[in-house]
C-alpha cells in the first residue's frame, strides 16, 4: 500500500509538473503571485479583523464600565472599611438592576472584593464565596478595564448567567475617593447589537481585503501579460528566423554538394581529356617523328662527295638526329605524364604505390614511402587526385633535389587523408627566382586539390630540402554526388 501510494504521488506530481510547464509565463505568474497574495491577503485580514474586534469590544467595555461605574460605585463605597457589603447598599444596588435603563443593557452583576470573594451577586447565593480568579479578573485589580466577548467555555460559577444570546463580561475597576481600588464590578451585557457591528465590520474588511487583493492580482497579470506577450512575439519571430536559416543552410549544404560533384566529374573529364591528349601526341606528332627520324639516313655522307661536303653532311644529320631525338623522348615524356595507368580498379593504397613505382622506374631513384591506415574504399576523383599529387610532388624531388631523400607518408583519420611529399635538396628559397615550372606545378597542384575541398602546404628550408602536404576530404565511392 505504501509503494502503490507512493507512485500515485510521484505520477500526479510528474502530472503536474507537465501541466505547469505548458502553461503561458503570465498563466504561470498569475496561479504562483495569486496563490500568494492570497495566502497573505488571508493573514492580513484574519489580523485587521481581530484588531477590529479586539478595539470595538474594548471600546464597548469602557463606555459600559464608564455608564455603570455612575450607578454601582456609589454604594461601594463602604468596602474599605468592612470586607462585606451593608445590607443597604446591597438593597440599593438591587434597585439599581431594576431601573429599566440598567436591566435593559445589563443582565447581572457581581462585585469582587479582595481575596477574589464575592461580596455581591444578582444570584443572592453566591455571596460570600471564593473563586478561582480570572485573567481578566486579575487585569482589572490592576487598574485596567477588560472584557470578553461572546466567550465559548462558560465557567461553572458563570453557568447562570449564560443565555441564548451574546454576552459582554466587561470587569470595571471600583475606585474610593481617594483613587483607591476597592473592588471589581462585574457586569454582563446584552452584546446581540455588538455582535451585529462586529459581523459587519468583519465582512467590510474581508471585501475590501478581496477587493484589494484581485486589483493587485489583476495588475500584476496586465504587466506579466505585456511582457509575457513580447517574449512570446520575440520567440515566435525567433523561430522563425531560426527555421530561415536552417533553410538557407540546407540550401547551402546542397549547393556544396553540387559544387563538390561539379568539381568531381570536371577533375574526371579533365583526366579523360589529358588521356586522350597524350594519346594524341603519341599517335600523331610522336609517330611523325619516328620517321622522320627513321628517313633520315637520306642525308648522310655519300662517296662521291667531296670530304668537306661530306663533312658538312655529316654534321647537319648529326645536329638534325640529336634534335628529333630530344623532341621525340620530350613529347613520350609528356604523353607518359598525361595518361594514367588504369588505377580505377586498383584499390588506394595499389594505386598510390604505383605512383611510386613508376617513377622510381622512370628516374632510376629509389622513394622511401609510408602508408598507414588508408581506407580501402575511394572514389576516384579523390584517388586519382593523390596520384597526382605524388606524381607531381615527386618529379619536383627529382627535378630540383636530384632525387636526394624522396620520401612519401600517408595518414587517414577516417575523415582525412594526409599525403606528405618530402625531399633533401636546396629548398625553395621565398625571394629567390625560379623555374616557371616550379610555380605552375605547385598552382596546378593547389587548384586540382582545392576543387576537392582539400588544402596545399609547401614548407621548405634552405639547404634542408622541401616538404609538400596536402589534406582531402575521404569520399567513398558509394556515395555519390548530385
Known sequence: MINKAYLRSCLLTSYL??????LSLAKQYTLASSALVVLGMIVLGGWVSNIIETIVTENAAVATARYMDNFVQPHLQALPSANVLPP????????????????????????????????????????GKTLAPKESLNAAWHGKISAEF??????????????????????????????MIIAVAEFYENAEELRQALIQARE???IVTGVVTILMIAGLFWIVARGSTTIERQQLSLQERVEQLFQLLAQNEDLRNRLQASAHRTTELNERYLRQLGSDLH???????SLALLRLDVLKPR?????????????????????????????????????????????????????????????LTSVSIDICDLPNDMDHATKTCLYRFIQEG???????????????????????????????GPGIEPHRNHPSDVHLGLAGLRDRIEILGGSLHVSSWPNKGTRLTTRLPIQPTGEAYG
Not at 154 to 167: F, N, R, V, Y
Open 17 to 22: 509538473t507537465r501541466q505547469w510547464y505548458k
Open 88 to 127: 443597604d447598599s446591597s438593597e440599593a444596588l438591587d434597585g439599581v438592576m431594576e431601573t429599566a435603563a440598567v436591566h435593559m443593557r445589563v443582565s447581572a452583576i457581581r462585585v469582587w472584593a479582595h481575596d477574589n470573594m464575592l461580596v455581591y451577586s444578582t444570584r443572592k447565593d453566591e455571596i
Open 150 to 179: 461572546d466567550h465559548p467555555h462558560i465557567e461553572e460559577h458563570d453557568k447562570d448567567h449564560a443565555s441564548h444570546t451574546p454576552q459582554l463580561e466587561v470587569y470595571s475597576p471600583i475606585r474610593s475617593s481617594a483613587g
Open 204 to 206: 467590510q474588511s474581508w
Open 283 to 289: 599517335d600523331g606528332p610522336a609517330q611523325m617523328l
Open 303 to 363: 662517296n662521291t662527295e667531296s670530304d668537306e661536303e661530306a663533312r658538312k653532311r655529316g654534321n647537319a644529320h648529326s645536329t638534325i638526329k640529336s634534335v628529333l631525338s630530344d623532341a621525340l623522348k620530350e613529347i613520350r615524356s609528356i604523353c607518359s605524364g598525361l595518361t594514367l595507368p588504369e588505377i580505377e580498379k586498383l584499390s588506394p593504397r595499389s594505386a598510390l604505390l604505383s605512383a611510386v613505382r613508376a617513377h622510381e622506374r622512370r628516374t
Open 394 to 424: 615527386l618529379n619536383n624531388a627529382f627535378r630540383h633535389a636530384r632525387g636526394m631523400g624522396q620520401q612519401v607518408s600517408v595518414r587517414s583519420d577516417g575523415a582525412l587523408i594526409t599525403v606528405e611529399v618530402t625531399d633533401q
